[in-house]
């Protein structure tokens, strides 16, 4: 079982930067790829980035390439999205999850996920 909270959400001008943490409980984090996604209002959830166990591989969503990172911590049991030039389009809520099965960008791989915090963006 693991519980994943995360933070760092707010409010942001475009062309700012955020960056979102999420804590994970128990010890067995460095056995999960963490996976962030994000949900804006009347869309589906969708996949922003996620990070290998090790965080030695990292796969992103074309919308956020070269403008996000993810990286992750094992000491601290925590994964990271720093977000750059952020756009109004980047307005959601974003979600952290953890996937035990393997590798991968579909949200139903993932196991576990947080409650969500939420990042608006204004023009």
């Known amino acids: 079982q693991v519980q994943l909270v995360e933070s760092g959400g707010g409010l942001v001008q475009a062309g700012g930067s955020l960056r979102l943490s999420c804590a994970a409980s128990?010890?067995?984090?460095?056995?999960?790829?963490m996976g962030w996604f994000r949900q804006a209002p009347g869309k589906e959830r969708e996949f922003v980035a996620a990070?290998?166990?090790?965080?030695?591989?990292?796969y992103y969503a074309d919308s956020v390439k070269g403008r996000f990172t993810i990286s992750r911590d094992n000491a601290k049991n925590t994964v990271y999205l720093q977000m750059n030039s952020l756009k109004p389009q980047d307005t959601a809520v974003y979600y952290c999850?953890?996937?035990?099965?393997?590798?991968?960008?579909?949200?139903?791989?993932?196991?576990?996920w947080g409650q969500g915090t939420q990042v608006t963006v204004s023009s």
């Open positions: 990070i290998s166990w090790s965080g030695g591989s990292t």
């Open positions: 999850a953890a996937n035990g099965g393997g590798w991968g960008h579909n949200d139903l791989a993932y196991d576990y």
């Open positions: 128990g010890r067995t984090f460095s056995s999960y790829v």
